[in-house]
């Protein structure tokens, strides 16, 4: 965006949306406005309205408002304070939009607050589709609750750097995870009669300089990664509206591309919606529009004008845009809307019961939080064990990632004031605090020290049986972290506690993975993420083992900088949290140096160990895989597998299929999963039909996937390096038109139980 944005909230008091229920109905099935009648499809409803409406109101629709009173802007009476806003256009029934970040939860208004979900990452490590649509259902009914009916979420770009300042917005390196879990969130979203967005599209996988990068990278590997991340997941979950980014793909604003937006989303994946820009990302009108733009957002705020305002009239005076494409792009908005029942199902004040919300947010990050070491079985803790609480404010809360997508509790900011002050603050916390949680569940005594004084911090710990110190990374929309280092002395911190205790466990809260310089001196990590707004309480059930820790890791966690396919980001950083940035920011981010193989596979492709590979997590019991079958039923590649609990507690297990295809070069790629519950010694008989759309590859020059022919080699993975039975089946070649790619493998694990 050209202007730096406060997101802090600003609510100057809500309103109702001026088309109310009765609006919606009132002629439903008139003839005045036949297209109320919600027997129609919608396609033939926003065909109908599209015949009455004016120029003016075309134009109306095709650019919204900034929604807030932030950076100068005289927030229009009808708005709710919140990201965008387009006024209701009484007249043909049509309410009007209210658009509200993000997809962890309603971020404005802040003052009434919403539910915090936990992080992305948490979510797509439970690995569990169904949990993500719960999620967006939740999060989803709360907009709707307040008034909303356009959700600003579905964060769908890869984890490529693990440094990326939104990486908790986003569902980590895997086009499959990511379109699965991402598809099945914006859906339970749109259950709730809101349109959700999917974003950034695309490649907006760096914050530094977002909106002048140019992310490089050949189509065939975008095809193959972050597009077909966004392809299964606007497949899986229909999105209303797909949010171009602020960055460029090979030197062309995402905006004004042509390839992504008529050739790949329109043409090669039918997709019916709209596109709408990302606020601050539109330069240009008769470009803009021609390439598939179809709203334009927050222009005048953000944009160094409104493009689809008096430049794009003009375009169209001269015939440079045909009217048709004004049209189409007022027909994909209204088809989105109708689709989606905001029109059917009008946004309205309601009561919001914010203590079933919070249970889903907690299921949520019990299912996602990563176990990462347990030496000699520390965890789960007893409740005779005194315990030394230390660090990370876990007295009063758990953190929250920041930017457009940070979510209030309705109960307020657990620890307001921290830095930054401005935009992208502020730091937000959920008011769950592990420290009520612990003491909840433990008979000895507990403690609490800060942390801020390291010699303290360690004498607590030296007299208690266990000490549990957090550590938290704070990271926000807008910046990168220069390095995988945590901030402050809390490595120092950790490292001493440890010396002191060596039953020491450390939770981590932050964007994702930090080098632990102190890994092998502390006896267990749990990788909590952002937790979300019942954390607390989930980390304690976590430590204690009322539940089993069933999060696989998203993504690879590096050793180093170094392992990395570009060990430096030039220019990360943000000063006001005292990393001030060090270096000139690029102008082009090469991601051609993996291209497709994104994160493990990039480390099978170097022949690097990670620290913790993908899809990595360890548990309070043991599983074992046995009778691994993999064979070719219909067409369909399917693999058979036992899964024996060997342990002596309940347990979740996420047995992973990779598949191998032939030809020389090849990593390996996840091709489906179970998840799966056993109790101790019980098995069950899984089997899971690999993706189609990962055993082929985009060809370029012919513009279509190609399955090669040859034998596929499938394992079944603990996680992308770890493997307990392995097969291979022959497949013929076979070839897809690019605009009819292989369909997805429904019911993807079936399980039966023993
Ligand atoms: C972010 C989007 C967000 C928009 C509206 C932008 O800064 O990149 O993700 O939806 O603001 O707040």
Known sequence: MTLPKNHAAYVIGMALLACSAACAAGSAGGTARPWLDPRLSADQRATLV???????EKFQLISTQFGDTENGHIMSPGAL????YDPAIKRLGLPALQESDAGLGVAKPLRLGATALPSGLATAASF???LAYDGGAMIGSEAHRRGFNVMLAGGADLVRDPRNGRNFEYAGEDPLLTGLIVGKAIAGIQSQHLVSTIKHYALNDLETARTTLSADIDPGAARESDLLAFEIAIDTGHPG????SYNRVNSVYTCEDDWLLNKVLKHDWHYPGYVMSDWGAVHSAAKAALAGLDQESAGETFDKAVYFDQPLRAAVATG??????IDDMVRRILRSLFANGVIDHPAQQAPIDFAADKKVAQRTEEAGAVLLRNAAALLPLSSSQSVAVIGGHADKGVLTGGGSSAVQSPEGNAVPGLPPAAWPGPRIYQPSAPLAAIVQRAHGKVSYADGENVAAAAQLAAHADVAVVFVEQWAAESFDSPDLTL??????????????????IVVLENNGPVAMPWLHQVGAVLEAWYPGAAGGKAIARLLYGEIDPAGRLPLSWPRIEAQLPRPQIPGAGLASIGLPPQGQPAEHVDYDIEGADVGYRWYQRKGIQPLFPFGYGLSYTRFSYSDFQSRIEHGRVLASFTVTNRGSRKGVDVPQLYATLPGSGK????VGWCRVSLKPGQ???????ADPRLLADFDGTNQRWQRPAGSYLLQLGHSATLFQGQGAVMLPQATWPADAPPTGASQACLASRN
Do not use: E, I
Not at 241 to 244: L, N, Q
Not at 667 to 670: E, H, I, N, P, W
């Open 128 to 130: 569990d589709p169904a």
């Open 667 to 670: 990593t390996r790629r996840l």
């Open 50 to 56: 599209l015949k009455a409406m004016t120029q003016r």
């Open 241 to 244: 509206a797909v949010m171009c």
């Open 81 to 84: 304070g919140s990201a965008g």
């Open 487 to 504: 901030p402050g002395d809390q490595d120092a911190l950790v490292a001493a506690v440890a010396k002191a205790n060596p039953h020491t």
């Open 320 to 325: 440079q845009v045909p009217q048709s494409r």
């Open 683 to 689: 098995s069950a008989h899984l089997q899971v039909v």
